[in-house]
């Protein structure tokens, strides 16, 4: 197949559809899901074709592969090792179609923030090889730190394709450190969840890039709403004082979903309602249009007010180690502050599931049951 620009397989398959005019003009939104398929298909066989029997052999598999399906980590390679085809070890014209098949299936925003997070590994990197240049040769830690360090690097994420895009049931799995999105294509349906995306440093200190920070408008967006609960209502919001990491709904921990923290939407105000609203569309804004469209639908169907938003920890202190929540049936977002190396907890993770469908496992069918990657 005769490989295409992402702007131009979207323009092609729009195009294709409206020719079928009288179903676009009844219901629009269905045409431009297709035409999101459409493009979602030619990106990710022009990248298959762009594979060797051997990396086809490393890349491929059935969309039926529930343990590769689910085998994604948020920890550095050497903690949780993947399967799948490097970035290192890709060809101009491999990269090329890669970042085609990623584009296609996700905003402009949800690309831009997949791509800096994988950027930003060269930045850790750059900030401990500062680090190890101030060790002393002899000290015993330097070559531990060293090795360790080979774990930063942009080039170390992993890709596999579960199915035929050509069918009707198919995905990709995108993992490295501090990322991991699951795609699913099923009957003309997109999945985009679960959605891992973190940093380390959150804000970059210095060099550079100092000042540059990631996974920002997240953490501002629940902080906006939680500045506006009244003393009654942050007494239900707030589950404890202190961070518990344990409920965070990680790679392995699917399970977390089923307790139901903090206030429910019903018991906010409509500006209140406004805010959490926000926090959810910067969520869903990662995919695209039309996969959030979907997303946002069956969060609508469950009904607002079965909405919930949790926190843990300070809540007067926006670089302080915290952690919040928004549940519904069909969502569930998590972000975390985590220890960082400077003492402080500039070191981010959030995840993005939906409890009813994570791996369009509700349209496909079947049952996907994490186990632990490390």
Do not use: C
């Amino acid at each position: 197949m005769r490989a295409l620009s992402i702007p131009f397989a979207l323009s092609a398959a729009l195009l294709a559809i409206s020719g079928l005019s009288a179903s676009a003009h009844e219901r629009p939104e269905l045409a431009l899901e297709e035409a999101r398929v459409d493009a979602m298909q030619i990106a990710a066989t022009d990248f298959i074709a762009t594979l060797d029997e051997r990396q086809r052999a490393q890349v491929v598999s059935t969309i039926d592969d529930v343990n590769a399906r689910t085998k994604w980590s948020n920890l550095p390679i050497s903690m949780a090792p993947r399967d799948g085809l490097a970035v290192a070890d890709m060809t101009v014209a491999q990269r090329t179609a890669f970042h085609a098949m990623i584009a296609a299936a996700l905003s402009s925003q949800g690309y831009l923030k997949t791509t800096t997070i994988m950027w930003h590994e060269d930045v850790l990197r750059s900030m401990v090889d500062s680090m190890l240049a101030e060790m002393e040769d002899d000290d015993p830690n330097k070559a531990n730190a060293a090795s360790f360090a080979e774990n930063y690097d942009a080039e170390k994420f992993f890709v596999r394709v579960f199915g035929d895009p050509a069918d009707e049931e198919w995905g990709w799995l995108l993992t490295g450190h501090h990322f991991a999105a699951s795609i699913t294509v099923s009957h003309g349906r997109i999945a985009f969840v679960p959605l891992f995306l973190g940093a380390s440093p959150q804000v970059v200190p210095e060099g550079r890039y100092a000042g540059w920070r990631i996974l920002q408008h997240e953490a501002d967006r629940a902080l906006a709403l939680l500045g506006t609960l009244r003393p009654d209502q942050l007494e239900l919001a707030l589950v404890g004082a202190e961070v518990d990491e344990s409920v965070f709904a990680g790679p392995g921990i699917q399970s977390n979903s089923r307790t139901h923290y903090g206030i429910a939407a019903s018991g906010l105000d409509p500006f209140q309602m406004s805010l959490l609203d926000d926090l959810l569309d910067e969520y869903l804004g990662d995919a695209s249009n039309e996969a959030a469209a979907r997303q946002r639908a069956a969060i609508e169907a469950d009904g607002m007010d079965a909405l919930r938003f949790a926190w843990w920890g300070p809540t007067d202190q926006p670089r302080g180690r915290y952690m919040f929540r928004v549940q519904g049936p069909s969502v569930l977002i998590d972000f975390i502050r985590e220890k960082s190396p400077d003492g402080g907890f500039n070191h981010v993770h959030s995840i993005m599931r939906d409890p009813s469908n994570d791996y369009g496992a509700k349209w496909l069918q079947r049952h996907y049951q994490e186990s632990h990657p490390n």
